[in-house]
């Protein structure tokens, strides 16, 4: 018996008029094999319904086709009602079919998933401004933190009731949140207490109060619930064990990134480009051990998956993989010792969507095994490497999230995965097509759902990076020659590291004494008429303007990013 085959392709199919059923009113797609001269073969198609004005768009998750050759299928059609009209011309929608083994899932059946009833990681705790307010995003969600009067954190949306101005451009005053459009402040709760153009007697309305959300702090991390803070599970809080085994050791870091959180996570879960992408960053990371790598799903939920993986060189070290909805990342590794114990490796990645083609990373490296000559290495230095591990992939990022936006496919229409170093990604991409339909937009590996609204660009950075943006040597705001840059390091990192702004801080104002003590040993030695002396200053200009230099060179690590040698001088 001949061996079935099936011919998959993605299509758009937009109704007009009453549509009682998604497949009343799709009939019509069985014309396809009149357009393309498929005989008897059988077409089956699967649906989904999204009202959109007052038309019926129905997306198909597949087209199949049985007893079809493998070819390109082409196909527009748009019903009225009940039957769709098929268009024999081939140029008017144009995507390619491909074909699957028979027997395979065309779409995993959806399982019900509500993006807003989650705890999204929005900041360190160790990084948290302590009197001014700091405004962040999850998709489109616009939130701001801060710590009131009791010194507890509270999260509002960042809207002021009054006039919809944003509160993280506002400021603490005595322990409120005070807008500073119009002067009106905000205790903890979310109630005004203060409306300076209040007329004499009268009372603050009672609608005058900021939206308040849900907060929990756990090992570290602020999380936020985006439902309604009566609905919120503080069990769903995600922990790690490890932060809480003895001499478990953790460096974390904080990054804001160009591209969607999807992608971040789809990169972040790549073991099979850190040799090419990142050769020689660090020790482990050499192109020349570029390897098949063997996955082995061992756990899929509506929550997401986990696995191990192993290069095939390196059967006796088992890495374990695990993505938990919504945005949450782990890899660990145990190491068996000699004397019996074990050491844990750790490695966590927090990935917050913060809007279409942005997001932003809680990136947690930890081991009981930890060098200590580490704990000693000034943090700012350690970052270094991060950014420019970070660089090293953003070009590829950055243009790989305009072309999904672009094409608007799901990914089994455009990726080439391979089994031997894509299986994770393959595995989100189908989570995505299993809870999409519960999420403001994504890209699935047999379906797709564009952004409804379109991303609109602010015309000044808010909040806590305002000023970060005025200040040298990252100009921006108003009034500034340049404008804030999301791509370079200062924006992406410093400004969201404490470390690292102390270091840039203290470079700056070092740079600027060293030239200053240069010059004036090198004004005094050209007066002095001993040679001696004149010989002393000259070696103390010749330090001091050493010493400018050399901070000048840690301004740079911490405001310049990474090209790669090959790119240096290329235009």
């Not at 705790?125 to 507890?152: I, N, S, W």
């Not at 609905?231 to 460096?251: C, I, M, N, Q, S």
């Not at 840059?485 to 992406?492: A, E, G, L, S, V």
Request: aromatic share 10%; hydrophobic share 35%; with cysteine.
């Amino acid at each position: 018996m001949r061996a079935a085959m099936v011919c998959t392709a993605s299509f758009m199919l937009e109704v007009s008029g009453p549509v009682l059923s998604s497949r009343g009113g799709c009939q019509g797609v069985q014309k396809l094999r009149e357009a393309r001269g498929l005989g008897a073969s059988r077409v089956l198609v699967s649906l989904r319904r999204r009202s959109i004005g007052g038309r019926v768009r129905c997306e198909s998750n597949s087209l199949s086709v049985r007893g079809a050759k493998a070819r390109d299928v082409r196909l527009k059609a748009v019903a009225d009602s009940e039957m769709a009209k098929v268009s024999e011309n081939p140029m008017e929608v144009e995507f390619a079919g491909r074909v699957e083994a028979e027997g395979e899932s065309a779409v995993s059946d959806g399982v019900e998933y509500d993006w807003e009833k989650e705890w999204y990681p929005m900041y360190l705790t160790d990084e948290m401004p302590k009197a001014a307010p700091l405004g962040l995003t999850v998709f489109d969600r616009q939130l701001v933190l801060f710590y009131d009067d009791k010194g507890e954190l509270n999260c509002f949306e960042d809207r002021c009731p009054h006039r919809l101005a944003k509160l993280s451009e506002g400021k603490m005053t005595d322990g409120k949140l005070e807008c500073l459009y119009h002067g009106w402040q905000f205790e903890g709760s979310g109630q005004c207490t203060k409306i300076p153009q209040l007329a004499p007697g009268a009372k603050i309305p009672k609608q005058a109060c900021a939206k308040k959300y849900e907060v929990k702090v756990s090992q570290g991390v602020i999380w936020v619930w985006l439902g309604d803070r009566a609905t919120a599970d503080p069990k769903k809080v995600p922990w790690y064990e490890h932060y809480e085994r003895e001499g478990f050791y953790h460096l974390s870091t904080i990054h804001e990134l160009p591209y969607d959180y999807s992608i971040l996570l789809e990169n972040l879960m790549d073991p099979a480009h850190i040799p090419i992408s990142h050769d020689r960053t660090d020790t482990n990371a050499k192109r020349e051990n570029a390897q098949a790598l063997v996955f082995e799903v061992t756990e899929r939920t509506s929550r997401g998956f986990a696995g191990i993986w192993k290069e095939i060189s390196s059967p006796e070290f088992t890495n374990t993989t695990r993505f938990e909805a919504p945005c949450c990342l782990r890899n660990d590794k145990v190491v068996d010792k000699p004397d019996g114990s074990k050491d844990y490796l750790s490695a966590v990645f927090l990935c917050r969507p913060s809007g279409q083609g942005k997001s932003m990373l809680i990136v947690r490296f930890g081991s009981t095994k930890f060098p200590d000559i580490f704990k000693k290495i000034p943090g700012w230095f350690l970052h270094k490497t991060s950014n420019t591990v970070f660089e090293q992939d953003m070009g590829f990022l950055a243009s790989q999230n305009a072309y999904l936006v672009k094409k608007n496919q799901p990914t089994k229409d455009l990726y080439l995965n391979l089994k031997s170093s894509d299986t994770w990604v393959s595995e989100f991409r189908k989570w995505n097509d299993r809870v999409g339909r519960g999420m403001p937009y994504y890209f699935g590996h047999q379906t797709t759902s564009a952004a409804i609204n379109p991303a609109i660009l602010e015309a000044a950075p808010a909040g806590f990076s305002a000023a970060a943006a005025s200040s040298y040597p990252a100009q921006g705001s108003f009034g500034e020659m340049f404008a804030r840059d999301p791509t370079n390091r200062y924006f992406r990192h410093v400004v969201h590291c404490k470390s690292c702004l102390k270091a840039l801080n203290n470079f700056q104002k070092f740079q600027k004494v060293g030239i200053a003590l240069g010059l004036i040993a090198t004004g005094v030695a050209i007066t002095l008429s001993s040679v001696m002396w004149r010989a002393s200053f000259v070696t103390i200009a010749l330090l001091a303007f050493a010493t400018s230099y050399a901070c000048s060179r840690g301004v740079a690590a911490l405001t310049v990013n990474y090209v790669r040698p090959h790119r240096k001088g290329v235009q």
